[in-house]
Structures are given as C-alpha cells and as structure tokens.
C-alpha cells in the first residue's frame, strides 16, 4: 500500500478520477446511477479503503503543519482544517460514485441521497482532533456504510500510526500494521481474544469525567478493581485493540454516531460484541462499549 504524500488539489481530482470507476457499475449499463442500490459489499468495502487513502493523504500533509487553522465549535471541541479538508473531499467523492446515498459528518451534518437511500455513508474525517492538534499520533480517520441504521462496512485509517483496520459483515475484520510501506504488506485478519474471566481482563475506557457526567463513574471504579488492567489509550484505538485480541473491553460515554459506526463491524467481524452502555445495538445511543464478546454480559451487568 502507498504511503499517504501531501496532495494538491489537481492531484486530489486526479486520483479520484483515474480510481472511482473501479467501484461502481458502467454508466452505460446503469445510465440512473442514483438509483442503483445493489452494490456488493466489497465494493461497499473497496471504495471505503480508497476513501481512506484519500483521507491519509489531506491529513498527513497538515499534521504537525506550523500553519494549521484551528478553532472551537459551539460544543466546544476543536476543528481544524485539516478536518473540514478530508471531509469535503470524502463527499465529493462518494457524491460522485454513490450519488444515491446520504452521508452523515460530523462537520456538515446530514446530506440526503438522490433516491431516498436506505444506505448512509458515516464519516468522521479526524477521530481524536485534540491529538491532532498536539501533534499526538493517536488520531484516525473513521469511515462507515450503514444500511437501514446498521453500519455494515468499517475502516479506521491511522496514518500517523502506520496502521489501517477494516471489517465488512461477513468479509472479515483485518488490520494493515505496514500502511506506509511501499515494499511490504502488513496484512492480517484479526480476532478478539478468549479471555473469559474479568481477573484476566485488560480494560481501556475513556474519559472518566464523561463517566461522572453520566453518573457512572463509581460503577466504573468498581469495574476497574475487578479486572487485571486499566489504560486509556484514547479515542479510537481501544476498540481496534478489541479488535486484535489486544484488549478485552473498552468504552465510553458522550459519543456521535460517526465516533462509533465504522468501529462497529470491524470489532463484530472480529469476535467481539459492539453495544451501548445499556445494551442497545448500533452507534445512535450516545455511549460505547466493546468487549471481546465473552465478557459483554458481565461488563453492562457491572455498569448498570
């Protein structure tokens, strides 16, 4: 896989143009192209990874920029734009190879498809903006397909830490360790541990002030004393941890939808179980939690 490199905007129009046509049906077989809603799943999943690509390239070529623009919105959390960038760009893209589908982003809101679409595309173009900001290379780039609410295609693309995951329902869950390597790939298929005991847990859960805001935070601290480890490793690296069998359960509260759609396939794809902190499915309930599957039950029975 390339190495994300500063990109223009000529280069940016360039590469889309010579890519985006690899993902969707001959315009001369399909000439409604907003009404077609049969794309398979791994073109779904193709042209989120090249969404990604895409997203690594604006969002290297600003971080650590000494000219980056930085402000604070009305809830305020920062936005830079690096973030306005990389989202802009995702939307062009997939209004030009999925115009029948909506996207929801976390900084343009809402934008309906040209048919209604039951298929949302869900983005948020820099996960961990604070870290961005600092130069902190704990950051990613989250890009999700639901279909009827239900996010069925993930990627999480950190290119300030050399790694990529992605999952799609029934393809699978696979982290890239080597993303920015040009010689080498750094592929595999990953799998939520079997640890089946709290005692022998590793827990990541974040924010502990969201905890307290949501009057949790005794619970958690009783949680915490039960399980072998706590660290919290920010923002949307937990979840890829439960992932990789890294991990046994990470969570927490005051979350969007595009901070949670694209995490959940990939931890289900791997073994785990995805939820909120009271057990609804999805990522329209404001909270996370994610576990390797066979602790789940005990962890929502331990934060009720």
Known sequence: MRAPVPLSAG??????????????????????LGAVANFS????????RQLADMADAISMDRFRANDLLVSMKPDMTHVTDADRAVEA??????HDSRPGD?????????????????????????????NYVRGVPVWASLISLAIDGVPVVGVVSAPALGRRW??????GAFVDEQLASTTMSGERRIHASRVADLSDASMSSSGLIRWEEAGKLEK?????????????????????????????????YDLKP????????????AGGRFSSAT??????????????????????????
């Open 11 to 32: 280069r940016f129009a360039l590469l889309w143009t010579n890519s985006r046509l690899l993902d969707q049906p001959d315009p001369g077989d399909c000439p409604n």
């Open 41 to 48: 799943l791994q073109s779904d999943l193709a042209l989120a």
């Open 89 to 94: 760009a995702l939307r062009g893209a997939l």
């Open 102 to 130: 909506s996207v929801l982003g976390e900084e343009a809101g809402e934008e309906a498809g040209s048919d209604g679409s039951h298929r949302q595309w869900i983005i948020d173009p820099i996960d961990g903006t604070a």
């Open 166 to 171: 992605w999952g799609a329902t029934g393809l």
């Open 220 to 252: 958690y601290l009783a949680l915490s004393r039960r399980v072998w480890r706590t660290r919290d490793y920010g923002d949307m690296w937990p979840y890829m941890m439960v992932a990789e069998g890294l991990v046994e359960i990470a969570g927490e």
């Open 258 to 269: 595009w901070d949670m759609a694209a995490l959940i396939p990939i931890v289900e794809e």
């Open 279 to 304: 057990g609804e499915p999805g990522p329209w309930h404001g909270s996370a939690i994610a576990t390797n599957g066979l602790l789940h039950d005990s962890v929502l029975e331990a934060i009720r």
